[in-house]
């Protein structure tokens, strides 16, 4: 069996942690049974959705690197498809017109709520012959469900989920207006596009258990179904907005990597072992979904940073170096031409404390930084008038020296020695001079990337205040 997956956001809003989440599970299932990958755009409700929330969507997937297979299909424009299912349904008679008015169906509602009775539809045009039609009255069209027995929903991860059927009523799938509801659509959407696992949020159960009507109905195949727990917060409570959630696309903003976003997004209720660490081929080769645990997962950006931070020192310096130059146009690139070239040289040092791309481009700061530097506050309480004198009697000794690092690493120490100076003394102050900051990298590392011009230049300029 060709295996098929789906991801199907409503473009409602953005593709939050928890729907990348789903998009995730959906294409490593698919990826390792080298099976397809769908995306469906379920955009029935016109109202509420939006092309800004598509292209949300769409950013997210693609910046994740989630290759969908075959070209989006979008819900509403195979409207007409699903209301010939229903159609299809009525001549097959397992479904009927009802022309029950809305004051109809509001006093049945309330009869039930004053009765302590579940509130569902009472079956009132169910079995009632089609002579008794009411003229100039525009009917749903709703499934005839089965009123005795259980539906059971085989669940990978939730195990067998039984639904008594006298609870689940008899739906609408066609409404007045000839526009076909969401539980419809997704049935036939799923069973054309050959989706053979559905793999979404266990807040879709209950509405499992009412596709199946349709299914059954049908006569068409049941997919296997797998229902993940809902993300909570750190506090253990639904995440939301508050714990602030955001767009996935706009991690990307925030200076997270891909290839970390993914494996922590994979550990979030899925695990293998102890593996904390796990890149993408290998998510593809060992994901299943018996190892789906049952209990909603808790997000942790404290996690997501340290592991954000451990794809950044195992990336290449050029791969981050291409990443982190965008963040550093806002300066003239004309004033800085050899900026990519010291950005991959300064690399080494920056990635060893950064957890972003955003840390990153502001350790970088240094190297576009115009002369003379503005100290912040920790810099200038280092920059006293002993450490500039310090800095004005290093500055020959910099003069004379070919400009390699084991050279300008031992002028600077063969100073200190013969000043009688401990290294910090003189190492402080020259970061600051260098950088305007208290913290950098390697002192040595920076005259390297900085150049003995401007390293001079920089040092100078702290001399003469």
Same mark, same amino acid.
């Given at each position: @069996?060709?295996?098929?997956? !789906?991801? *199907?956001?409503? =473009? ?8 990348? +989440?789903? %998009? ?83 006093? @049945?509602?309330?009869?039930? !709520?004053? *009765?302590?009775? =579940? ?8 079995? +009632?012959? %089609? ?335």
């Amino acid at each position: @069996m060709k295996i098929v997956t !789906r991801f *199907a956001p409503s =473009p409602t809003g953005f593709l939050h942690i928890g729907g990348a +989440r789903t %998009a995730l599970f959906n294409w490593l299932f698919a990826r390792h049974h080298s099976g397809t990958f769908r995306l469906r755009i379920e955009d029935t409700d016109r109202q509420r959705s939006s092309n800004d929330a598509i292209a949300a969507i769409i950013e997210g997937l693609e910046w994740l690197g989630l290759n969908w297979d075959a070209e989006t299909v979008y819900q509403f424009a195979r409207a007409e498809r699903h209301a010939e299912v229903a159609r299809q349904l009525l001549e097959m008679g397992r479904a009927y017109h009802c022309y029950a008015s809305p004051e109809e169906l509001e006093t @049945m509602r309330e009869t039930q !709520r004053a *009765a302590g009775t =579940p509130i569902r539809y009472d079956g009132r045009w169910r079995d +009632r012959p %089609a002579s008794d039609h009411r003229p100039n009255v525009p009917p749903v069209i709703r499934i005839k469900a089965p009123r005795a027995g259980d539906t059971i929903i085989s669940d990978k991860v939730q195990g067998d989920v039984r639904f008594s059927n006298d609870v689940l009523d008899d739906f609408i799938l066609l409404r007045s207006d000839g526009t076909p509801t969401y539980m419809l659509s997704v049935v036939v959407d799923d069973q054309d596009m050959g989706v053979t696992h559905v793999i979404r949020g266990d807040d879709h159960l209950t509405n499992a258990a009412r596709q199946r009507q349709i299914i059954d109905a049908m006569g068409w195949p049941v997919p296997v179904y797998a229902h993940l727990p809902l993300m909570h917060g750190e506090d253990g409570q639904k995440l939301s907005k508050r714990h602030g959630a955001l767009g996935i696309h706009e991690y990307k903003s925030l200076g997270y990597l891909p290839e970390a976003m993914r494996n922590y997004l994979l550990r979030l209720g899925w695990s293998h072992g102890d593996d904390e660490t796990i890149s993408t081929p290998q998510a593809i080769e060992w994901f299943n979904l018996e190892s789906i645990g049952r209990s909603p997962s808790r997000v942790d950006f404290k996690k997501l940073g340290n592991l954000n931070g451990h794809y950044i020192r195992q990336a290449s310096d050029q791969d981050l170096a291409n990443s982190t130059l965008p963040l550093l146009k806002a300066f003239d690139p004309k004033e800085f031409p050899n900026l990519q070239v010291q950005l991959v040289a300064a690399m080494p040092g920056l990635k060893e404390r950064a957890k972003t791309l955003v840390e990153l481009a502001d350790g970088a700061q240094f190297l576009v930084a115009k002369r003379p530097l503005a100290l912040d506050d920790k810099a200038q309480k280092i920059m006293t008038a002993e450490a500039r004198t310090h800095l004005k009697n290093l500055i020959p000794a910099l003069q004379q020296v070919k400009w390699v690092p084991e050279a300008v690493e031992a002028a600077v120490r063969g100073f200190v020695d013969i000043s009688g100076l401990k290294l910090g003394v003189v190492a402080q102050p020259l970061r600051v001079a260098l950088t305007g900051r208290s913290t950098s990298p390697g002192i040595f590392e920076v005259l390297q990337v900085l150049g003995k011009e401007e390293s001079l230049a920089r040092i100078a300029d702290q001399v003469v205040i």
